[in-house]
Structure formats: C-alpha cells, structure tokens
C-alpha cells in the first residue's frame, strides 16, 4: 500500500480520559505515522469529533446546529494532532471543505494529493461540510477522491465484533468480514452510508484498536490483529 486515509476516532484521541485531548496518545500515533512516512507512505487523516461533541446526543438544539458544531470539533483536533505531528518532525496540512479563514486550506482534491506528493501528512477536518453525515463517511469519501489504497480505522476498540463487547462479554470478534455481511448484519462498526460507499467504490478497510501497542504500524507491516473488510 503506498496512500493510505487514517481515521482516528475522537474517543481514542482522548485516551482513558474519554474527553479532550491525550497528548501521550496523539504523540504515540505520530510517532508511528512517521515511521509509515520515512518509509515512502503517503498517510492521509481523518479525525472524529466525538471527544468533545457529537450532533446526534444533543436533545435540545436544531440538529444541523448541533451537528456544525460536531464538525468544527474535527476542525480542532485536527489542528491539535496536526501541531503534535509537526512537533514530531512531520511536515503537515489542514484541509477543510468549508473557508476556516487562515487556520486551514480549503479542499481541493490537485492540492491535497500535491501535498501527499510534497511529503506532507495531510488532514481533512470539518467532515463533509454537511450535517447529517459522520466523519466515518467524510473519511470514506476523502478516501475515494484522493484514490487511496486503502482506510485504517484506529478505534477506542480493537477490532469488529458480532454484538457489542462492552454489553455482551461472549462477543466474537472478526478476523475478516466482508463489507457485505456488515450491511447484512447491521453491525454498527461502521456507519451505513459510509459502509454503502465502501462497496460501491470497492475501498478496503482495516479495523483495530488505536490503545493497541504499535498498531498502526503493525497494521501496514501485515501483522495485524484487528478485523480486516474485504469488498
Ligand atoms: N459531522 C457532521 N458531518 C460530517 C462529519 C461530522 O455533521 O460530515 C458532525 C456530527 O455531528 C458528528 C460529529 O461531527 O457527530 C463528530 O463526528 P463523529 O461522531 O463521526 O466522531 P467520532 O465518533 O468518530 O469521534
């Protein structure tokens, strides 16, 4: 694989913490992007928001209120793991599809593959721009415009499981599954809009648990133990 789009979930941004921000955390997954970097890989990413708000657990605001403010969320961490990234000798670029002034670069797919090229790790903050949809979707979509190989999801859980682990100790674990069966059986690993677009667009994707030692690295190395989606 030589482009890969990373989706880190907010949750697993936050660490045992829940909330916010975990610096330990942020910097241990910079410090593994740039062993993929110094390798030749072109890393995409993709930040959740749900470390500090997601749109469809307020009650009381307009759900298009709610969900802006879900998005500028990704927009902060973003930024946040962006900075950390550079800290850790990375060169990097924010990229939003709505103006964010100076802070970000507006998205085009020629200037965000440019700077893959440039050697930058790029981030795509802000979602789709749209409520209504997850940052599981914005990364899938990302993944398919810039045409890469495949998405890693780096989640608070380490792989996908036939029933919720956290309700049900006897759940199973998947060491593959097919994004079929996912839709089929309305496993929530992965949103259903984003699952509908990775089996249309045939996008690959490699399910673990970010809290797990050197997983992002093992994942692009083969020796993976999360749940790997086949298309
Ligand atoms: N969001 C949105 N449109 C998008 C992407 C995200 O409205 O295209 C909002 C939505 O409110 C969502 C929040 O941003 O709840 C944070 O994203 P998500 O819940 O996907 O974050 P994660 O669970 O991955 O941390």
Redesign the pocket.
């Known amino acids: 694989m030589k482009r890969v789009l990373l989706?880190?979930?907010?949750?697993?941004?936050a660490g045992d913490k829940k909330t916010g921000f975990d610096e330990a955390t942020c910097m241990g997954v910079a410090q593994q992007v740039k062993k993929l970097v110094d390798d030749g890989i072109q890393v995409a990413i993709v930040?959740?928001?749900?470390?500090?708000?997601?749109?469809?657990?307020s009650e009381t605001i307009d759900r298009v209120k709610?969900?802006?403010?879900?998005?500028l969320?990704?927009v902060m961490n973003c930024i946040y793991v962006s900075d950390i990234f550079r800290y850790a000798g990375m060169k990097t670029e924010v990229f939003t599809p709505f103006v964010c002034g100076a802070f970000t670069t507006l998205f085009s797919k020629d200037a965000a593959v440019e700077a893959l090229n440039e050697g930058k790790v790029i981030f795509f903050a802000?979602?789709?721009?749209?409520?209504?949809?997850?940052?599981?979707?914005?990364a899938v979509l990302k993944a398919i415009e810039i045409e890469a190989d495949a998405m890693l999801l780096a989640k608070a859980i380490d792989g996908i499981y036939d029933s919720d682990p956290k309700v049900n100790p006897q759940a199973k674990k998947y060491d593959e599954i097919s994004i079929q069966e996912i839709i089929d059986k309305k496993l929530m690993a992965v949103?259903l809009t984003a699952s509908i677009m990775c089996l249309e667009h045939k996008m690959p994707m490699l399910v673990f648990g970010l809290n797990e030692e050197n997983s992002i690295v093992e994942t692009m190395m083969g020796t993976f133990t999360g749940t790997k989606v086949t298309v």
């Open positions: 989706k880190l979930s907010g949750e697993a941004l930040t959740g928001g749900g470390n500090f708000w997601r749109g469809r657990t709610a969900d802006q403010i879900g998005m969320a990704t802000g979602g789709t721009g749209h409520p209504y949809f997850s940052t599981d979707t914005g949103d």
